[in-house]
């Protein structure tokens, strides 16, 4: 079973939605994000294939979305590889 195409794909979902940012538009927004920000929690990660290491910071609420997300990218892997071809291979 090949599994490493959807997972990249996953990964990189996940990455490429955290780049996305906005500057605030106003002072109360300005406030909200510094609030925001002051609720962060970091994490050290080990990437796979490398022995660096990164420190990744995001609100609690970011974290839960990913681990949501990747979830559903697991779930929806297992799903799909049940429904293939049988133990006689066709």
């Given at each position: 079973?090949?599994?490493?195409?959807?997972?990249?794909?996953?990964?990189?979902?996940?990455?490429?939605?955290?780049?996305?940012?906005?500057?605030?538009?106003?002072?109360?927004?300005?406030?909200?994000?510094?609030?925001?920000e002051s609720d962060k929690?970091?994490?050290?990660?080990?990437?796979?294939?490398?022995?660096?290491?990164?420190?990744?910071?995001?609100?609690?609420?970011?974290?839960?979305?990913?681990a949501r997300s990747s979830?559903?990218?697991?779930?929806?892997?297992?799903?799909?590889?049940?429904?293939?071809?049988?133990?006689?291979?066709?």
């Amino acid at each position: 079973m090949k599994l490493s195409g959807p997972i990249i794909l996953a990964t990189l979902v996940c990455a490429l939605s955290a780049c996305t940012s906005s500057a605030p538009a106003s002072k109360a927004e300005a406030e909200t994000v510094a609030a925001a920000e002051s609720d962060k929690r970091c994490k050290t990660i080990t990437r796979t294939g490398t022995r660096l290491r990164s420190k990744i910071c995001k609100t609690n609420e970011e974290w839960e979305q990913e681990a949501r997300s990747s979830r559903e990218a697991i779930e929806s892997i297992q799903r799909t590889s049940t429904h293939g071809p049988g133990p006689s291979g066709g």
